[in-house]
């Protein structure tokens, strides 16, 4: 395995090393390791969920909402932090015309 080669200019950390610290593969391994780190976050915490205090998806629990209603509060959310807004705000949209529909065939049954 090569050795992490001591660069020749100065070290602008003024950390004075005598000798490499680490292979080139444990090197290749850190950077994959935060890859996976940053591709967990886009995962886990999207940038566009993120806006402000609260993560939607900690509102939308929170608030006990079901599926129409919480994507109904992502998309209004989101809407202008991603891609085509008019395309999210549409979404919404649909979403919320599916619950009002529901409320009102629920009603509609109960009378």
């Not at 998309?75 to 599916?98: M, N, S």
């Amino acid at each position: 395995m090569p050795m992490i080669e001591k660069p020749d200019w100065p070290d602008p950390f003024n950390i004075e090393r005598d000798e490499p610290q680490g292979t080139l593969e444990e090197a290749f391994q850190i950077l994959e390791n935060l890859e996976g780190l940053a591709r967990r976050e886009a995962v886990d915490h999207p940038e566009h969920y993120n806006r402000g205090k609260i993560e939607v998806i900690d509102a939308i629990e929170d608030w006990g909402l079901d599926f129409n209603a919480g994507n109904v509060v992502k998309y209004i959310a989101r809407y202008r932090h991603k891609g085509d807004q008019i395309e999210d705000l549409k979404k919404a949209r649909w979403y919320l015309d599916r619950l009002i529909e529901g409320l009102e065939n629920v009603g509609n049954e109960n009378q």
